[in-house]
């Protein structure tokens, strides 16, 4: 059994910054790939990063050049950093992982983006 606990998320003004952390515990494998979703009101769930045991990563093209996903196997800790916020960023950012072959979601951390 996994666990996901997601952190880091607030309320900032247009421009500004924030970094989303996802701790995970359990039965977790630093060679299991992590990713972030985001839900926004009325939006279907859409992906934003993910991330490789090897470092590789991926990005929806709505925030490349603006959010960057980074992990710590030692900590088993995934990072979402994310700068020049917009409202569109608006969501609930949600923690994923696949461990030997099930799928693991965290509660969810509210993002809001307004001045």
């Known amino acids: 059994q996994v666990q996901l606990v997601e952190s880091g998320g607030g309320l900032v003004q247009p421009g500004g910054s924030l970094r989303l952390s996802c701790a995970a515990s359990?039965?977790?494998?630093?060679?299991?790939?992590m990713k972030w979703y985001r839900q926004a009101p009325g939006k279907q769930r859409e992906l934003v990063a993910a991330i490789t045991s090897g470092g590789s990563t991926n990005y929806v093209d709505s925030v490349k050049g603006r959010f960057t996903i980074s992990r710590d196997n030692a900590k088993n800790t995934v990072y979402l950093e994310m700068n020049s916020l917009k409202p569109e960023d608006t969501a609930v950012y949600y923690c994923?992982?696949?461990?030997?072959?099930?799928?693991?979601w965290g509660q969810g951390t509210q993002v809001t983006v307004s001045s």
């Open positions: 994923w992982t696949r461990n030997r072959g099930r799928l693991f």
């Open positions: 359990g039965s977790i494998f630093t060679s299991d790939p």
